[in-house]
């Protein structure tokens, strides 16, 4: 399947690896806007891997 044809639903059933994903995939992920799964991304970039929901939740923008 192309990402444009995945359901968000299936996202959240099936999931997704925070640390490979892009800004397209994360956002169709259940409570991420697009804003959020940037917000995400960068972090990852300038922080490397996210390692634990804790660090997640701290991620600006990222409210969960």
């Known amino acids: 399947?192309?990402?444009?044809?995945?359901?968000?639903?299936d996202i959240s059933y099936?999931?997704?690896?925070l640390n490979s994903s892009g800004v397209h995939?994360?956002?169709?992920?259940a409570g991420l806007s697009n804003a959020r799964a940037e917000a995400i991304l960068k972090y990852?970039?300038?922080?490397?891997?996210i390692r634990s929901r804790d660090e997640l939740?701290?991620?600006k923008d990222a409210v969960f």
């Open 1 to 9: 399947k192309s990402l444009s044809k995945i359901h968000n639903s």
């Open 14 to 17: 099936i999931g997704v690896d």
């Open 25 to 29: 995939l994360l956002s169709k992920v």
């Open 44 to 49: 990852r970039i300038k922080n490397g891997m």
């Open 57 to 59: 939740r701290k991620i």
